[in-house]
T-cell receptor, first 114, second 111 residues
Framework: DAGVTQSPTHLIKTRGQQVTLRCSPI?????VSWYQQVLGQGPQFIFQYYEKEERGRGNFPDRFSARQFPNYSSELNVNALLLGDSALYLC?????????????FGNGTRLTVT | QKEVEQNSGPLSVPEGAIASLNCTYS??????FFWYRQYSGKSPELIMF????GDKEDGRFTAQLNKASQYVSLLIRDSQPSDSATYLC???????????FGQGTELSVKP
């Protein structure tokens, strides 16, 4: 079975631009979460979606938004990019949004903002 | 502010030894605990999860949970050079599937 797939794998953007990252969950998984990981730190929670509804949001500015589609895939959008947004963006899927359903991560999108 | 603390390392062990990785968390009500392995430049890979006090074994890996001490650990027996990676401890505080990660412990297994 295919794992969590993310696209693109790498992205270079300029400050002030906008970016859209995409994620397809493992087949049968209905919950998708997004995490940001900067170098040398653990991933930090951005969003969680389940059945197309936002179930949680981390401590990120409104420049970050996301949505989930009927096929459970998801997009993360970041507007007005800042240098500090440079990071590895990870998508994770799980069977359901509960804490007893482990997260499985995709390979991530490496975003560089110049 | 809910926190998960890990020693950043690096932790260096010889091949064949037991590697012990430790993690503490701040919220006593936490219920679900996870260990992820992350190779350099790659994404986190789930190794173990544990929900109840005590030990849970899977092959060469053992997760240990002590909720009274707010402490979770990962033991890797017969460590191999391929185990060299950063190990991330993650805690789900409210059973909502939103994980708080520690900063990770870098493990180096020397041949």
């Amino acid at each position: 079975d295919a794992g969590v797939t993310q696209s693109p794998t790498h992205l270079i953007k300029t400050r002030g631009q906008q970016v859209t990252l995409r994620c397809s969950p493992i087949s049968g998984h209905k919950s998708v979460s997004w995490y940001q990981q900067v170098l040398g730190q653990g991933p930090q929670f951005i969003f969680q979606y389940y059945e197309k509804e936002e179930r949680g949001r981390g401590n990120f500015p409104d420049r970050f938004s996301a949505r989930q589609f009927p096929n459970y895939s998801s997009e993360l959008n970041v507007n007005a990019l800042l240098l500090g947004d440079s990071a590895l963006y990870l998508c994770a899927s799980s069977l359901d949004p509960g804490g007893r359903s482990p997260l499985h991560f995709g390979n991530g999108t490496r975003l560089t903002v110049t | 502010q809910k926190e998960v603390e890990q020693n950043s390392g690096p932790l260096s062990v010889p091949e064949g030894a037991i590697a012990s990785l430790n993690c503490t968390y701040s919220d006593r009500g936490s219920q679900s605990f996870f260990w992820y392995r992350q190779y350099s430049g790659k994404s986190p890979e789930l190794i173990m999860f544990i929900y109840s006090n005590g030990d849970k074994e899977d092959g060469r890996f053992t997760a240990q949970l002590n909720k009274a001490s707010q402490y979770v650990s990962l033991l890797i027996r017969d460590s191999q050079p391929s185990d060299s990676a950063t190990y991330l401890c993650a805690v789900d505080y409210n059973q909502g599937g939103k994980l708080i990660f520690g900063q990770g412990t870098e493990l180096s297994v020397k041949p």
